[in-house]
């Protein structure tokens, strides 16, 4: 797998990921869900560099130009339901991408610090011989990923597949190295040093999804 992490360079990528570590910023979700969006665009223009091209002529009002532009076939699926905004910011960019969702959510059966994920809706075209991109804001254990790729497995073999996620923990990261093919691209704003005895990324910013959704039961 292909790291890409941005926390090492000086953008405002990084103004953006402070204001959704502040506990007193984030607790505006508009802002939150905003910010989510726009690192979902700047990642996705960093990407773009690395897609396939081919070349067009453009006709203008006043002749001819060929320019370089992306042919490749693009597929984004979203891990539900955090990575929304994330997914709105991807699409943004690509406008002829397909789409797909698919939910995924841990469950602590003795409720105790040990738990599984669980995915139980997949909607998705096939991604046989496409570029697969996976937006999840954040990446902890690495287990959620590891499932939506079991899942995927009906759906056909991706050319290549592109991680987007906003913060991660190494330990999770180093997970995902070992689960996913090794042309993988991990696109990452943040890297964090560790998890908690839960599974969540130390010092992280808290749960994605009710923060910008909502507390959930």
Request: hydrophobic share 40%.
């Amino acid at each position: 797998m292909i790291v890409h992490d941005f926390s090492n360079e000086n953008s405002v990528l990084n103004q953006f990921v402070l204001e959704m570590r502040d506990v007193s910023i984030q607790k505006d979700s508009m802002r939150f869900r905003k910010n989510i969006e726009r690192i979902g665009e700047i990642l996705s223009y960093e990407m773009s560099k690395t897609l396939h091209y081919k070349t067009e002529v453009v006709k203008t009002p006043l002749g001819e130009k060929e320019m370089k532009v992306p042919e490749t076939d693009i597929v984004v699926c979203s891990i539900l339901r955090a990575a929304l905004p994330l997914h709105t910011g991807v699409i943004s960019f690509f406008d002829k991408a397909e789409n797909a969702y698919i939910s995924a959510f841990r469950h602590h059966p003795d409720g105790g610090d040990a738990f599984e994920v669980i995915v139980n809706y997949l909607a998705s075209p096939s991604v046989e011989g496409k570029t697969l991109i996976l937006t999840d804001p954040m990446l902890a254990t690495g287990k959620t990923l590891e499932n939506v790729l079991k899942a995927f497995k009906s759906h056909g073999t991706p050319k290549q597949i592109h991680i987007l996620s906003i913060i991660g923990a190494k330990p999770g990261i180093a997970y995902i190295q070992d689960k996913f093919p090794e042309n993988t691209h991990l696109w990452i704003a943040a890297v964090d040093e560790k998890l908690n005895s839960r599974g969540y990324i130390l010092p992280g910013l808290g749960d994605a999804g009710d923060l910008a959704f909502g507390v959930k039961l």
